[in-house]
């Protein structure tokens, strides 16, 4: 980028907490780091890092969704996370001394991004206090949480992961003038992100909507606000 000042007017056209921690983060970011960081247009479904890669980039997920995709044997992919919250993507690696990145990360929709090399952000951050401190808060909270969340994901039920995913889905990805969240999902996708094969996903589809806590329009599903209310209520208890 030419300046700082362009880097911030990138920054500033972002909304709530991902604009204040990164106005934050970068508040006192050398201009050598804001000259070698470039903006870039990410088409959907088009990778962002892929695992076993050498770690040499830091992106920044200034808009659009991404998603973590593991490759197992027999070429199953396992969709482990879609990434809601976390928008800084390679410096996980960097503070473990990988040389590599650990898994794959590909744009789940169009998105906007800004990539920093990963030796000069290295070299910035800790020299930099402020960022370091920020960077590590957000970095231990995220392990946390992902640690508690795992084990808990683990004894779910089909149907369990199907509501947890719509109802993440919904809080993020929802038209905000109907508030109805229109998934434009397959079953297999589904069935990819919930770790549950084809038929467990039908079956919880088909007792969701039984239950009235989906509707299905065209064989896609719809939930609205009330909806996603009673399945967010489940995991409250």
């Avoid at 470039?38 to 479904?45: A, T």
């Avoid at 088009?46 to 998603?67: A, S």
């Avoid at 402020?130 to 946390?144: C, E, F, G, I, P």
């Avoid at 297999?188 to 770790?195: A, C, I, N, Q, Y």
Wanted: with cysteine; hydrophobic share 40%; glycine share 4%.
């Amino acid at each position: 980028m030419e300046s700082k000042e362009l880097f911030l007017e990138v920054l500033s056209k972002l909304k709530g907490s991902k604009r204040n921690y990164l106005e934050q983060l970068f508040k006192y970011v050398p201009d050598a780091i804001i000259r070698a960081t470039s903006y870039r247009k990410i088409e959907k479904d088009e990778f962002i890092i892929h695992e076993g890669k050498p770690c040499d980039t830091i992106y920044i997920i200034l808009k659009g969704d991404i998603v973590g995709l593991d490759y197992q044997k027999l070429g199953k992919v396992y969709y482990f996370m879609d990434f809601t919250q976390m928008f800084i993507m390679g410096d996980f690696e960097i503070f473990s001394e990988s040389p590599t990145y650990s898994v794959s990360i590909r744009a789940s929709e169009n998105c906007e991004i800004l990539a920093i090399p990963a030796a000069l952000y290295w070299q910035w951050i800790q020299h930099d206090e402020n960022a370091l401190l920020l960077r590590m808060k957000n970095v231990m909270s995220t392990l946390t949480s992902e640690s508690i969340n795992h084990r808990k994901y683990m004894f779910m039920s089909c149907k369990e992961r199907l509501m947890k995913y719509l109802v993440e889905s919904y809080a993020y990805k929802r038209e905000k003038k109907t508030d109805i969240l229109r998934l434009n999902r397959t079953q297999m996708e589904l069935s990819d992100r919930v770790g549950f094969n084809l038929r467990s996903v039908q079956r919880s589809i088909a007792a969701l909507e039984k239950e009235k806590l989906i509707t299905m329009e065209k064989g896609k599903i719809i939930v609205s606000h009330e909806q996603f209310v009673k399945m967010s209520r489940y995991f409250e208890e």
